[in-house]
């Protein structure tokens, strides 16, 4: 059964980094289409950047620039390094598998989110 856990969240200044972790197992995240979505209190989770089982990545257009989405076959695993942080990235986030990355996150495989791992910036 494909299982992720995300970590690496936690409370950073504008402009700062932080890189987070979504460790699979399961499955080798070489043949798979992984998606982070993140979810902002009283808000609908929202895609922010997929890497498709091709190495063919994608970020949405409000933290393009900023934040990078990699993979490491060894780890199993599918990282997200933030820069230049802003409030408004503030939210848990989680990753899935998705059906598509191709201009856009895809919907995830499952609904069935994870911990996430929470995210906070502030002054």
């Known amino acids: 059964q494909l299982q992720f856990v995300e970590s690496g969240g936690g409370l950073v200044q504008p402009g700062g980094s932080l890189r987070l972790s979504c460790v699979a197992s399961g499955f080798n995240v070489a043949y798979i289409t992984v998606g982070w979505f993140r979810q902002a209190p009283g808000k609908e989770h929202e895609g922010v950047s997929c890497?498709?089982?091709?190495?063919?990545?994608y970020v949405r257009e409000s933290v393009k620039g900023r934040f990078t989405i990699s993979r490491d076959y060894v780890q199993n695993a599918v990282y997200l390094q933030m820069n230049h942080m802003k409030p408004e990235d503030s939210a848990t986030y989680y990753c899935a598998t998705i059906g598509d990355c191709s201009g856009y996150v895809g919907s995830p495989s499952s609904t069935d989110w994870g911990q996430g791992t929470q995210v906070a910036v502030s002054s």
């Open positions: 890497i498709r089982n091709n190495g063919r990545t």
